[in-house]
């Protein structure tokens, strides 16, 4: 075997020890670090990387980071296993980069000042090709071979001009240029569905989500608390959002026709993210260090780690599941239809030996439903229970289980 194969398989394991399972990054923007979690030895180290000026966002690829130096104009490409910088990119000079998303060797770049959508080459660091979007380009999304970017507007008129614009990604053209409300800075795509969070202008304008199809027709548009930011959706399809002041969390479910405001858990955080196994809640702590709140899907804690100042972006890399892995056993129970409608009937399928209890608790561990059945009996008693997540925990005398579901409006 040749002496570079020995050194890339040498590098490939160190790289699968070192970001393990659940890695957390985050981006510092006045510390100007970038603050690495794991998540399994709960350590969180601070200082892995010295960032450039101004860093806002923050690309994951499988042998680099990519953080967008906002202040610098440039894309920092970092060693994910030494932290060492790698290179520097400018994209243009007084574009002040926002956000990059990767996708199939290239680099997608929004510049806030020059209105502009980069198209970078990751391998030589050369913008290949840009296109003019709109005002004030931020936060952006990849989809069946188009890129979504939403224009923020301009900030001085409550942000007129705000719009959600669909680039195809083989001719680097515009397709869709479509209003928003005021000041879209997230965007999101869900089971074929985009959803952009509209943060609004932090005093008179409500912020609001807004859902499309793929065709970029607007299916829905609620208001969804104060000032709604980042998107991140659960296993089950549970929508949660950030609040970009960091005082509050909001969540909401969407079907595939209409979308309904949920009762979200009692936390705060201006950043989101989440893997299959736990969510990462980032709080700002203005004018103090950060923090990273992880728990696990039932919002039971499982760490709370210090990082930066004013961290400005988290991100998640989840070790890919190989074939071999094993395979957890299913669910002994389970309850259906979920969601269930207010005015419907929730069932319990599984096998039954002899009574059994069926206890709800809602997001805080509340206790607010307990139903005991007979072998021959399904049926859940829901009613009175608002619309939101719940958690439910079953026992027959012989087995355990325990899940979630979900109540909507009738």
């Known amino acids: 075997m040749k002496l570079r194969q020995i050194i890339l398989i040498l590098f490939a394991l160190v790289l699968i020890s070192v970001l393990g399972a659940e890695t957390i990054w985050v981006v510092n923007s006045q510390s100007r670090t970038l603050s690495r ?5 709960a350590q969180a180290e601070n200082n892995f990387a010295v960032l450039g000026n101004s860093p806002n966002k923050l690309a994951v690829s499988e042998d680099a980071l990519w953080v967008v130096n906002s202040g610098d104009n440039s894309i920092q490409k970092i060693d994910p296993v030494s932290g060492q910088t790698l290179a520097n990119y400018l994209v243009e000079v007084g574009s002040n980069p926002w956000d990059m998303v990767l996708h199939e060797g290239f680099g997608y770049i929004s510049g806030l000042f020059t209105g502009k959508i980069y198209k970078m080459d990751l391998d030589t660091g050369e913008v290949v090709a840009s296109v003019y979007a709109g005002v004030a380009p931020e936060g952006m999304a990849i989809y069946n071979e188009k890129l979504y970017a939403v224009c923020s507007g301009d900030y001085m008129l409550d942000h007129a001009g705000s719009a959600l614009v669909v680039i195809e990604l083989d001719s680097f053209s515009i397709v869709h240029d479509i209003e928003m409300p005021a000041n879209p800075q997230y965007v999101v795509v869900h089971e074929e569905n985009i959803h952009v969070s509209c943060t609004g202008n932090w005093a008179d304008i409500s912020g609001q989500i807004v859902i499309l199809d793929e065709d970029a027709d607007i299916i829905t548009t609620f208001e969804l608390g104060r000032t709604p930011g980042n998107i991140w959706f659960n296993p089950e399809g549970v929508a949660f959002v950030a609040d970009s002041s960091g005082d509050a969390m909001y969540s909401y479910y969407f079907d595939g026709f209409e979308a309904e405001a949920l009762s979200a858990p009692a936390f705060s955080a201006s950043d989101i993210c989440g893997s299959d196994q736990f969510i990462a809640l980032l709080l700002p702590n203005w004018g103090d260090n950060g923090t990273v709140e992880v728990y696990d899907e039932d919002f039971i804690p499982w760490g709370s780690y210090t990082v930066g100042m004013m961290p400005s972006d988290i991100k998640i890399w989840a070790e890919p599941v190989s074939i071999s892995d ?19 009937m929730l069932k319990l399928e599984g096998e039954m030996f002899g009574e059994t209890t069926v206890s709800i608790f809602n997001l805080r561990g509340q206790l607010v439903k307990k139903n005991m059945l007979r072998q021959n009996d399904r049926n859940l008693d829901i009613s009175g229970l608002n619309s939101g997540i719940y958690f439910y925990q079953v026992n027959d005398g012989k087995s355990r289980a325990s899940g979630k579901f979900i109540v909507i409006n009738s």
């Open 326 to 344: 094993e395979v957890a056993p299913a669910a002994i129970f389970g309850v259906y239809p979920n969601p269930v409608h207010q005015s419907g």
């Open 37 to 41: 979690i794991d998540t399994d030895n």
